[in-house]
Structures are given as structure tokens and as C-alpha cells.
Nanobody, 128 residues
Framework: QVQLVESGGGLVQAGDSLRLSCAASGRASSTYTMGWFRQAPGKEREFVAAIRWSGDSTYVADSVKGRFTISRDNAKNTMYLQMNSLKPEDTAVYYC?????????????????????WGQGTQVTVSS
């Protein structure tokens, strides 16, 4: 089992920045990839960004590329999502998740069903 706890969400204005954190515990070392997803009201959960457990490789969705950066602190077993130049359309509940199945070093999981463990989510609201 892997436990994930997100934090750092809040209410901000358009153009502001936020940094989300995801702390992993339990059998976190079984993780191959960690990812961020978001879900806006009435919409499906969508992929935002992912990072290998080692922290040496990342993948970011085109919709947030150039504004969002994913990183992790191996010593703290914590993943981060730095969100800059926030827009009202970034408003959503943000979830972190882990994938424990190795699919190849060049493959990036972007579907919800490819991740095994999920956090409870943290709300991000961007006002215009």
C-alpha cells in the first residue's frame, strides 16, 4: 500500500502562483512513476504531469506546458507541482497518484486507470 497526501491548494487570482505538494508513505519505493491529475466540476479527471520515482525524467501535458513544473525531493518522498501564471480554467481538484507497473522507460502513463494509488485531492480555485 502507498499513502498519498496532497497539500498546498487554495484560492488565488489569475496570474498568481501556487505550489502543490504530495507526500508519499508506505511502500512508496514500489512506485515507478508519480503523476498529477486534475478534475474540474462536471469534467473528467485529466492528466497534468508525471515524474519518475528517481526524479530524473518528467512529462508535462501540453495544456500546462511552460506554466507548470513537476519535481520531487527524494529525501522527503515528496512530489511538487509548481503552478505559475494561473488561469481561471486551472480551477479544479488536483490529485496525485502513483504507478507501480513498469511499462518501459520511454512510456508515460496518462490515463487514470494506469495509476494504482491516489491521494484525496486538494482544491485549487483561480479567480478572474
Amino acid at each position: 500500500q502507498v499513502q498519498l497526501v496532497e497539500s498546498g491548494g487554495g484560492l488565488v487570482q489569475a496570474g498568481d502562483s501556487l505550489r502543490l505538494s504530495c507526500a508519499a508513505s508506505g511502500r512508496a519505493s514500489s512506485t515507478y512513476t508519480m503523476g498529477w491529475f486534475r478534475q474540474a466540476p462536471g469534467k473528467e479527471r485529466e492528466f497534468v504531469a508525471a515524474i519518475r520515482w528517481s526524479g530524473d525524467s518528467t512529462y508535462v501535458a501540453d495544456s500546462v506546458k511552460g506554466r507548470f513544473t513537476i519535481s520531487r525531493d527524494n529525501a522527503k518522498n515528496t512530489m511538487y507541482l509548481q503552478m505559475n501564471s494561473l488561469k481561471p480554467e486551472d480551477t479544479a481538484v488536483y490529485y496525485c497518484a502513483t504507478e507501480t507497473f513498469y511499462r518501459g522507460k520511454n512510456y508515460w502513463p496518462v490515463r487514470v486507470d494506469q495509476y494504482d494509488y491516489w491521494g484525496q485531492g486538494t482544491q485549487v480555485t483561480v479567480s478572474s
